[in-house]
């Protein structure tokens, strides 16, 4: 199956590089605010110990069925074993993703655009831990039009680019945004059925753990911030 995935990846992306520097501490919202229009992704342990960001997709690794994770996995270790990394006492390169809990998921709503199981090799990482902050891309080098030193350039360029930025993001005026209306999407006699049918499963022993959601609809003056949010 590695085998398998190998030559895929080969005939996807020829050469994949990643290159990976350290770095004084970008603020992780300067980082995706560089990226404004890029999928961008994000992750951060509890206590902000540990900050992981990205932009941009290099590799993107998609299953479905009843065998996605499995399927995943051999995807993600023939990648590791294919990509390249000069420097391997650095951070190594995160995948960001998720599966769906159930082997029949249809993409619909909130999750139209994703597929069961997905994962995205960012093309530019971000890494913050408590050893220090790490800067990397991941690129595909397309013969002898891009070299390991031209991605090593392009990676210090952006992130000289990111220190200037850095300096006048947290002198911008916070953005204001007005609340004009909220609306539930499950009525409030929905939900309490939801809750007692849960709790009767519960007693049966069939069911020892659930997590019950609703939505609701929130309308503002102007579009939605992102990074506002994650503030």
Request: with cysteine; net charge negative.
């Amino acid at each position: 199956m590695a085998d398998v995935h190998n030559q895929e990846l080969m005939a996807r992306y020829g050469e994949l590089v990643s290159v990976c520097i350290p770095c004084s501490e970008i603020d992780p919202l300067v980082f995706l605010s560089h990226a404004k229009g890029e999928t961008r992704f994000l992750w951060s342990s509890p206590d902000d110990y540990h900050v992981i960001a990205g932009f941009g997709t290099a590799v993107e690794l998609v299953a479905w069925g009843a065998n996605r994770i499995d399927d995943i996995q051999a995807q993600a270790n023939a990648l590791y074993a294919y990509l390249e990394q000069p420097n391997r006492s650095l951070p190594t390169p995160k995948l960001f993703g998720g599966f769906a809990f159930f082997d029949e998921f249809t993409p619909e709503n909130a999750w139209a655009s994703f597929a069961p199981a997905q994962f995205v090799l960012p093309h530019y990482q971000l890494e913050i831990t408590e050893d220090g902050s790490f800067l990397s891309i991941h690129a595909e080098l397309q013969g002898d039009d891009l070299s390991e030193e031209d991605l090593r350039e392009a990676l210090l360029a952006r992130y000289e680019l990111l220190k200037l930025e850095q300096l006048a993001y947290f002198e911008k005026e916070p953005e204001e945004n007005s609340l004009v209306s909220t609306e539930d999407l499950m009525t409030e006699k929905a939900w309490s059925e939801a809750i007692e049918n849960a709790q009767s499963v519960m007693k049966t022993g069939k069911l020892k753990k659930v997590v019950l959601a609703r939505m609701k609809e929130a309308r503002f003056e102007n579009d939605i911030s992102s990074l506002s949010t994650l503030e």
